[in-house]
């Protein structure tokens, strides 16, 4: 299958979390044209399984939409960090609560027609109460979800961010 060919490369915006760049690229049939591109981090997603067989998920407020939203634990990975110590790193911060056991399921591109942001998916269990340590997690609310309702929340929108439906899913269908 041909390829763009990147000419050359603007950065619009360089911050904190994600850059902006517009790519100059050429189509495979000689035609010039532009492709805006959000660069993030790889970041981590974990279905998260307590000793009761429910799922941990987390009550938050996201800036970006305006609303809470009710996800699968997720964060980023910092530099040189592997992604497993990055689930349980998070897991602490967002849940209280630290994986003993650690299985990579998958891992997919959150919106490759325009982002680079990739998630490692992982499932997490035998999970062990600890000590919440973040400063920013004061407004996460953890809720228990049994396997049984996903497709109910998921329909009714109660779930509707991409990576808790892909990695729900996921899971549910590894352990139909």
């Given at each position: 299958?041909?390829?763009?060919?990147?000419?050359?490369?603007?950065?619009?915006?360089?911050?904190?979390?994600?850059?902006?760049?517009?790519?100059?690229?050429?189509?495979?049939?000689?035609?010039?044209?532009?492709?805006?591109?959000?660069?993030?981090?790889?970041?981590?997603?974990?279905?998260?399984?307590?000793?009761?067989?429910?799922?941990?998920?987390?009550?938050?407020?996201?800036?970006?939409?305006?609303?809470?939203?009710?996800?699968?634990?997720?964060?980023?990975?910092?530099?040189?960090?592997?992604?497993?110590?990055?689930?349980?790193?998070?897991?602490?911060?967002?849940?209280?609560?630290?994986?003993?056991?650690?299985?990579?399921?998958?891992?997919?591109?959150?919106?490759?027609?325009?982002?680079?942001?990739?998630?490692?998916?992982?499932?997490?269990?035998?999970?062990?109460?600890?000590?919440?340590?973040?400063?920013?997690?004061?407004?996460?609310?953890?809720?228990?979800?049994?396997?049984?309702?996903?497709?109910?929340?998921i329909q009714s929108g109660a779930i509707c961010d991409a990576k808790?439906?892909?990695?729900?899913?996921?899971?549910?269908?590894?352990?139909?």
């Amino acid at each position: 299958m041909p390829v763009e060919k990147v000419i050359s490369t603007r950065y619009v915006f360089k911050g904190r979390a994600v850059n902006l760049r517009v790519d100059t690229v050429a189509e495979p049939d000689g035609r010039e044209t532009t492709r805006e591109v959000v660069e993030h981090a790889e970041v981590i997603c974990v279905v998260a399984v307590d000793g009761d067989g429910k799922l941990l998920l987390v009550r938050q407020y996201r800036e970006a939409i305006g609303r809470e939203l009710l996800e699968i634990p997720a964060g980023g990975i910092e530099p040189g960090e592997d992604p497993a110590a990055a689930v349980r790193r998070e897991m602490a911060e967002e849940t209280g609560y630290e994986p003993r056991k650690l299985e990579r399921l998958s891992g997919f591109y959150s919106a490759p027609g325009f982002c680079t942001e990739y998630l490692h998916l992982y499932l997490a269990t035998d999970l062990v109460p600890r000590r919440l340590e973040a400063e920013d997690t004061a407004g996460i609310e953890v809720v228990r979800v049994p396997p049984g309702d996903v497709f109910e929340l998921i329909q009714s929108g109660a779930i509707c961010d991409a990576k808790s439906i892909a990695g729900l899913l996921t899971y549910l269908r590894r352990t139909a």
